[in-house]
């Protein structure tokens, strides 16, 4: 038995071209299905749909043999034991720190004064600023980060961009990328020895459907 861990959404609907390339078709659908083992049409493949985070601890506690996450949930919430064979192109967004449009965020970085900083990224943001040199206090978001500036809890926000429209509909604006994101399989080492064939014959089926 293969089990894939995948998150539902935007990741769950770019991997399904990418599993039919490799002669899997997933036979439910997540968004209408309670279920969380979704069938395949390979008896030997199955489906777990977890929570994104949750997709490189399932892999790396052998709760599924490979899954498919984002380059962010891999730098927020560590790689340890993955095998990170490819990057699938997939559910490509960048991550940017953002500010309401009415402010000077040069100014605000430059007078060397404290940034109070709202994200889910709480690592990502640390070494960021870090980086810059730039003091700042972390409030840890679970959502909807986009708030925090508008209700004068932040300063800014570290979060995902994609079309930039969910910055534009709440007046704010990127002012730094941060990097590029998309999203990677993940294999757990220990599976790839042990089911290496099966394992292999998939990630090769993927890595050909990237072209
Ligand atoms: P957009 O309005 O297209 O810039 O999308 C921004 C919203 O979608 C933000 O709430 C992001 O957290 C979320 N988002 C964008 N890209 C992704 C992605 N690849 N994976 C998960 N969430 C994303």
């Known amino acids: 038995m293969i089990t894939i861990a995948l998150s539902k959404g935007r990741i769950f609907e770019e991997t399904l071209p990418l599993l039919k390339a490799a002669g899997i078709e ?3 659908d997540p968004e209408k ?6 069938t395949t049409n390979q008896p030997d493949v199955r489906v777990l749909v977890v929570r994104a985070t949750d997709v490189p601890t399932y892999v790396q506690y052998g709760g599924a043999d490979m899954g498919i996450t984002g380059k962010d949930t891999l730098l927020e919430h560590g790689s340890q034991g993955l095998y990170q064979p490819l990057d699938l192109q997939i559910a490509k967004c960048r991550i940017s720190v953002a500010v309401r449009s009415d402010v000077d965020y040069a100014n605000m970085v ?3 004064s404290r940034l109070t900083v709202a994200t889910k990224y709480v690592a990502i943001s640390r070494e960021f600023f870090a980086t810059k040199g730039v ?3 972390l409030i840890k978001l679970y959502g909807s980060m986009e708030l925090a500036p508008l209700v004068g809890m932040a300063d800014a926000i570290v979060d995902l961009v994609s ?3 969910t910055l534009k509909a709440n007046h704010l604006v990127e002012v730094e990328h941060i990097m590029d994101i998309s999203s990677r399989l993940v ?8 089911k290496q064939a099966p394992i292999r014959r998939i990630m090769d089926a993927f890595e050909s459907a990237l072209g």
């Open 26 to 28: 997933v036979l439910e």
């Open 33 to 38: 299905s309670r279920k969380l083992i979704l």
């Open 110 to 112: 430059k007078k060397g």
């Open 135 to 137: 003091h700042v206090d």
């Open 163 to 165: 079309t930039g429209n």
């Open 187 to 194: 294999v757990n080492q220990a599976a790839l020895k042990l």
